[in-house]
Structures are given as structure tokens and as C-alpha cells.
């Protein structure tokens, strides 16, 4: 099995940062595409940012130029540095991971950390 632990969140002030992790860990062969969403109350779970096992990322436009994705392949882990946080950014914020597990072949599995609470106070 494989599991994903994401950490880091917390309480911070406007104009603040604050940087998430994010560890996949189990029967893994392989860590392809990883990514970080994000969902407030009420609203729909929005992607933020991925980034592929060579390094290539993408983001919304609404983080562009204040967050940073990168990953460790060697730890299997992945890190999103936000800075100059608004409280519209305010919302609980996944890891995703495609993994391929090991005796899977090619096979690849989706896969979700259980969330971490972001919060941004005026």
C-alpha cells in the first residue's frame, strides 16, 4: 500500500509564508507526477500547482509569481512554499501523487493526502 502524509499548515498573517510538505511512502516503485490542490469551504477542490518527476511545474494563475512547488525524488516528496499569502488562500490544501507500485508494472495509482488546514487572517 501506499500512503501520503501532508504537513505544514498552520495560522499565519496576511503578506506571511508558510511552506507544505508532502512524503509518499509504502510498496513504491516509482513517484511520477506530483501536485498540490486546494479546497475552501463551499468551493469546488482546485488545482494550485504540479510538477513532474523531471521538474516541470505549472500553477494556477492566482498563485503565480508567490508559490513555489518543487520535489526530492529521493524522499518522495514534495513541497509547496507560499509566500505573500492572501486570505483568499485561505482553504484545506491536498497532496496528489500518481505512483506506480512496485510489482504494478506500469500501472500507475492516484493517489491523495488527507488535506492540511491553511488559514490567512486579514
Known amino acids: 500500500q501506499v500512503q501520503l502524509v501532508d504537513s505544514g499548515g498552520g495560522l499565519v498573517q496576511a503578506g506571511g509564508s508558510l511552506r507544505l510538505s508532502c512524503s509518499a511512502s509504502?510498496?513504491?516503485?516509482?513517484?511520477?507526477?506530483m501536485a498540490w490542490y486546494r479546497q475552501a469551504p463551499g468551493q469546488q477542490r482546485e488545482l494550485v500547482a504540479t510538477?513532474?518527476?523531471?521538474?516541470?511545474?505549472n500553477y494556477a494563475d492566482s498563485v503565480k509569481g508567490r508559490f513555489t512547488i518543487s520535489r526530492d525524488n529521493a524522499k518522495n516528496t514534495v513541497y509547496l512554499q507560499m509566500n505573500s499569502l492572501r486570505p483568499e488562500d485561505t482553504a484545506v490544501y491536498y497532496c496528489?501523487?500518481?505512483?506506480?507500485?512496485?510489482?504494478?508494472?506500469?500501472?500507475?495509482?492516484?493517489?491523495w493526502g488527507p488535506g492540511t488546514q491553511v488559514t490567512v487572517s486579514s
Open positions: 510538477i513532474t518527476n523531471r521538474g516541470n511545474t
Open positions: 509504502g510498496s513504491i516503485f516509482r513517484v511520477k507526477d
Open positions: 496528489n501523487a500518481g505512483v506506480i507500485r512496485l510489482g504494478d508494472g506500469l500501472s500507475e495509482t492516484n493517489y
